[in-house]
């Protein structure tokens, strides 16, 4: 099940791209307008939205979503330029999509938590914390990040098939990619109850987990400890055009040790925004 931090990282991925309604991430061109405006007829009235106004945004082919379609990209896409793998069952309309919600309320119960979906009618976007909304806001502008105070949201709500990241699914992450087996509960308790009480960071606890004999009785090579640490902080696997990032961590790896290779990966940008988004129960 894809996370809260993924469909963050996702959405953000998109900021600058067009909005195309009925799109959830194809990549723009004339075929995808001509049928998009057929599919859509009154969503692409020709006297508004000529295929000229449309034309300058297929060259080069970018990623395209309407408002709910941001959402879908990141469900249906494993990569942030990735294409989308269309499933009918999660196919709803921003106002299907509050109603799914597992947990909702009212905009002013608002819980500070990343990857909530914000709600008014016909429209939904993307709460990132602190105020800030990822929203595909319309044609005239595209996949923005604005604030929260600037439309009169109505609702929040979870989605149902995103897993928001708190610190037992955290735990149970990183013996997943670290140990590579299921948590026991003695373990599992142990290291959520020192993160409630502060004891440790989330980072403390990848440090333990990576410093552990059974970590090290995995005994992987460097090509695949550097895959480990790409599943454990930033929930994927090198990504097309990364080549040389891998090339890097390789290379650190031939003069530092490993836990100092965890430190630094900790240090990355991706990880600190990634972590940041972490609920804190």
Same mark, same amino acid.
């Given at each position: 099940m894809k996370t809260n931090i993924w469909l963050i990282e996702y959405a953000k991925g998109q900021v600058s791209r067009y909005y195309w309604y009925g799109t959830y991430g194809q990549y723009s061109g004339k075929n995808l307008f001509l049928a998009k405006q057929k599919q859509y007829s009154h969503m692409y009235p020709p006297k508004k939205w000529t295929y000229e106004s449309?034309?300058?945004?297929?060259?080069?082919?970018? @990623?395209v979503h309407d408002c709910v379609g941001l959402i879908k990209g990141a469900l249906w896409c494993d990569s942030v330029n990735g294409d989308p793998v269309y499933n009918?069952?999660?196919d709803v309309s921003a106002d299907g999509l509050i109603n799914l919600c597992s947990e909702s309320g009212s905009i002013n119960t608002l819980p500070e938590i990343g990857g909530l979906v914000l709600w008014k009618s016909g429209h939904v976007g993307v709460y990132l914390t602190g105020g800030k909304v990822c929203e595909a806001k319309g044609h005239a502008y595209g996949v923005v990040i604005s604030d929260i105070k600037d439309?009169?949201? @109505?609702k929040w709500g979870k989605i149902p098939w995103?897993?928001?990241?708190?610190?037992?699914?955290?735990? @149970?992450?990183?013996?997943d990619t670290v140990l590579a087996r299921y948590a026991d509960a003695g373990g599992l308790n142990y290291w959520v109850g020192e993160l409630r009480a502060k004891r440790l960071t989330v980072d403390d606890v990848a440090l333990e987990f990576f410093a552990s004999d059974e970590f090290a009785a995995r005994e992987l090579t460097d090509s695949q400890f550097v895959n480990c640490l790409y599943l454990t902080f930033f929930n994927r696997l090198p990504l097309k055009g990364e080549e040389d990032g891998v090339k890097y961590w390789m290379n650190e790896l031939k003069f530092k040790?490993?836990?100092?290779?965890?430190?630094m990966f900790m240090s990355t940008p991706e990880w600190q925004e990634n972590s940041k988004y972490i609920i804190k129960n």
């Amino acid at each position: 099940m894809k996370t809260n931090i993924w469909l963050i990282e996702y959405a953000k991925g998109q900021v600058s791209r067009y909005y195309w309604y009925g799109t959830y991430g194809q990549y723009s061109g004339k075929n995808l307008f001509l049928a998009k405006q057929k599919q859509y007829s009154h969503m692409y009235p020709p006297k508004k939205w000529t295929y000229e106004s449309f034309e300058e945004q297929m060259h080069p082919p970018t @990623k395209v979503h309407d408002c709910v379609g941001l959402i879908k990209g990141a469900l249906w896409c494993d990569s942030v330029n990735g294409d989308p793998v269309y499933n009918a069952s999660q196919d709803v309309s921003a106002d299907g999509l509050i109603n799914l919600c597992s947990e909702s309320g009212s905009i002013n119960t608002l819980p500070e938590i990343g990857g909530l979906v914000l709600w008014k009618s016909g429209h939904v976007g993307v709460y990132l914390t602190g105020g800030k909304v990822c929203e595909a806001k319309g044609h005239a502008y595209g996949v923005v990040i604005s604030d929260i105070k600037d439309t009169k949201w @109505k609702k929040w709500g979870k989605i149902p098939w995103i897993e928001y990241v708190d610190y037992t699914v955290y735990v @149970k992450h990183l013996y997943d990619t670290v140990l590579a087996r299921y948590a026991d509960a003695g373990g599992l308790n142990y290291w959520v109850g020192e993160l409630r009480a502060k004891r440790l960071t989330v980072d403390d606890v990848a440090l333990e987990f990576f410093a552990s004999d059974e970590f090290a009785a995995r005994e992987l090579t460097d090509s695949q400890f550097v895959n480990c640490l790409y599943l454990t902080f930033f929930n994927r696997l090198p990504l097309k055009g990364e080549e040389d990032g891998v090339k890097y961590w390789m290379n650190e790896l031939k003069f530092k040790a490993r836990l100092q290779v965890v430190a630094m990966f900790m240090s990355t940008p991706e990880w600190q925004e990634n972590s940041k988004y972490i609920i804190k129960n």
